[in-house]
């Protein structure tokens, strides 16, 4: 596991496992007993920290774990996790040997995949292989009955593949019009009844259809956004059948403060002109954090109240006009709470025009992440400094040797 005890920058995000933990809990009371959950933990759990989201996630009851590529699974196992684990996306025929002696189960959707995968798996090998079926959302998958009669052939006749599952994906699940969704689904049904026997699992909820459908569950679920504490669309917020708690938070702190005088200018451009006299404080984030420039303007919290970030967001720093003077050292918040005051997920989203999904997944790994457990700081990751920390061990060996 990459993890760090320290890091040396006065900005950080806060990713709340307790919340994690009681958003699983709350999915899986919401379904049925026999659906098991698989945790959508891609990209490096949509920025929250991959290892340390996914051991949460399955003491909180989930099964299993799903990531969109090879590596992500095997940062997982990696990590110490022997879960199931699921690549949802394409996999090289040529690593399948790698997957194999990890118990990675793949996905498959060519037969000629399943032919060049064949040539890297030895006699004793066994591949589990989930079939992704493209119902209508047009991005990987078989589309016709003969597609998947000879993958189910081949699968059968090759003892080094086993067929544990069969999937689809949903266009529009978070759409509370359900029309295209439910032509979706009469067509993974339609699939479904071509197959000789059923795999192991049969899946085809995201986090919007787990949340607002009872006849998609099938005996598996792929719960990602949801797990961490974000609705999957805004129209969706009203429906929800139980609140979320978002899980990740981002922190930063005043380095530096002064009072300007009227009419001086802040940062590149000299776009922002004070009207009077203003404190004016600094902050160590910017746009190479993922604090992206389009945020100008952006509101953060200090001491409880929200105040504007002015002037352009700079690669490393950004400035905010403070109502009054602060003592470096304060505590500045980007998204989460202070006292009454609460900036969300989609607060930030919506100023950037995006979805929430995008918005942790671009906080970039130069930010450290803080895991609170049982309402503690319990573990820092600083991929940024276990990297470069493993760098110099391993120039070190290079020079012993
Ligand atoms: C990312 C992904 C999910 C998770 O979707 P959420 O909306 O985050 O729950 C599920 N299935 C597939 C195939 C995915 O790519």
């Not at 659906?35 to 920290?49: C, E, R």
């Not at 047009?138 to 189910?152: A, C, F, H, N, P």
């Not at 139980?242 to 403060?257: D, N």
């Amino acid at each position: 596991m990459e993890t760090q005890t320290q890091f040396f920058r006065d900005t950080w995000a806060e990713i709340n496992l307790d919340h994690l933990y009681e958003n699983v809990k709350n999915i899986k009371g919401h379904i049925p007993n026999d659906v098991k959950v698989f945790a959508v933990v891609k990209a490096n759990a949509y920025g929250h920290g991959d290892v340390q989201t996914s051991l949460t996630a399955l003491s909180a009851g989930a099964h299993g774990l799903a990531v969109a590529f090879l590596d992500e699974a095997i940062s997982l196992r990696r990590g110490g996790i022997i879960a199931p684990i699921l690549v949802l996306g394409a996999t090289r025929p040529k690593d399948v040997k790698m997957a194999a002696d990890m118990d990675i189960s793949l996905t498959v959707f060519q037969q000629e995949w399943l032919v060049e995968a064949e040539r890297q798996l030895s006699k004793g090998d066994c591949l589990n292989l989930h079939i992704k079926c493209d119902t209508g959302m047009g991005r990987i998958g078989v589309r016709t009955t003969e597609e998947l009669k000879g993958i189910e052939k081949y699968i059968l006749d090759h003892p080094q593949f086993e067929m544990e599952g069969i999937f689809t994906h949903f266009a529009t699940a978070d759409e509370l019009n359900d029309e295209y969704l439910d032509e979706q689904l009469v067509r993974f049904e339609h699939m479904l009844a071509q197959l000789d026997s059923l795999p192991a699992y049969i899946h085809s909820s995201n986090s919007a259809a787990t949340l607002r459908k009872t006849n998609t569950l099938f005996n598996a679920v792929r719960v990602g956004i949801a797990m961490y504490g974000l609705t999957p669309s805004i129209e969706m917020k009203p429906e929800l059948p139980f609140p979320l708690k978002e899980v990740f938070s981002l922190h930063s702190t005043l380095i530096h403060t002064k009072e300007l005088g009227a009419f001086e200018k802040v940062s590149y451009g000299a776009t922002y002109q004070t009207e009077r006299a203003e404190w004016i404080g600094t902050i160590p984030i910017g746009y190479a954090d993922g604090w992206l420039r389009k945020l100008q303007g952006q509101d953060v919290l200090v001491d409880g109240k929200r105040v504007p970030i002015v002037g352009r967001i700079c690669m490393d720093q950004c400035m905010i006009r403070l109502p009054e003077s602060r003592s470096i050292g304060t505590h500045v918040t980007l998204i989460g709470s202070q006292g009454e005051e609460d900036i969300t997920m989609d607060e930030i989203a919506q100023k950037l025009d995006t979805i929430n999904y995008e918005i942790p997944c671009i906080i970039s790994t130069r930010v450290p992440r803080i895991y609170i457990r049982n309402g503690e700081p319990a573990e820092v990751s600083n991929k940024l400094l276990s990297t470069g920390v493993q760098g110099q061990l391993k120039n070190k060996e290079l020079q012993d040797e």
